[in-house]
């Protein structure tokens, strides 16, 4: 009986699909009606005419899930192509989040250091908190919120990941 991998990966996966009323909900219950999770999930028409929408969707399972996932998201008629830019090759992934900290004295101080280290930009600022902008890979934005925690964190908003294949590659 041969082994099956159960190694559990995360998966960064671009459909182009036709920009029409409906396409996002019957994406999300092919995933909701098979049980996968999805982490991320960002969407936005991507040509000039407003004809093709780019949804990215970061999920994680097996391979085998993430290619069952993969080949059910291409059956899907307003589905022009599927690729796991994780798999595939190189790739940039951004996301950008926007952190509210609630704190004073040293922990104001603090936070302000360790957003200059991460390049976040102050966007709002009373005299009991700040608000962070940041930019960057997803695994930096869940650095700079963990440091936050202890230093007054009160809010998150994260947009979801956008991502492109690196070089020449395209969708």
Same mark, same amino acid.
């Given at each position: 009986m041969p082994m099956t991998d159960t190694t559990q990966r995360s998966a960064t996966i671009s459909v182009l699909v036709d920009n029409e009323s409906g396409v996002?909900?019957?994406?999300?219950g092919l995933f909701s009606g098979r049980g996968?999770?999805?982490?991320?999930?960002?969407?936005?028409?991507?040509?000039?005419e407003g004809r093709?929408?780019?949804?990215?969707?970061?999920?994680?399972?097996?391979?085998? *899930?993430? @290619?069952?996932?993969? %080949?059910?998201?291409d059956r899907l008629v307003p589905v022009h192509?599927?690729? /796991? &830019?994780?798999?595939?090759?190189?790739?940039?992934?951004?996301e950008l989040a926007?952190?509210?900290v609630i704190g004073a004295g040293e922990?104001?101080?603090?936070?302000?250091?360790?957003?200059d280290t991460?390049?976040?930009r102050v966007v709002d600022t009373t005299m009991e908190s700040f *608000?962070? @902008?940041?930019?960057? %890979?997803?695994?930096?934005?869940?650095?700079?919120?963990?440091?936050?925690? /202890? &230093?007054?964190?009160?809010?998150v908003s994260r947009s979801g990941v956008a991502a492109l294949a690196r070089a020449k590659r395209v969708i």
């Open positions: 996002l909900a019957r994406v999300i996968y999770n999805i982490d991320s999930l960002t969407v936005a028409p991507v040509d000039q093709l929408s780019r949804i990215n969707v970061v999920t994680s399972g097996t391979a085998m *899930v993430i @290619e069952q996932i993969k %080949a059910q998201l192509r599927v690729a /796991d &830019l994780t798999k595939d090759g190189p790739h940039v992934a951004r926007l952190v509210k922990k104001r101080v603090e936070a302000l250091r360790i957003a991460f390049r976040a *608000v962070f @902008e940041l930019t960057g %890979a997803p695994d930096k934005i869940d650095a700079f919120i963990e440091l936050m925690r /202890d &230093l007054g964190l009160a809010e």
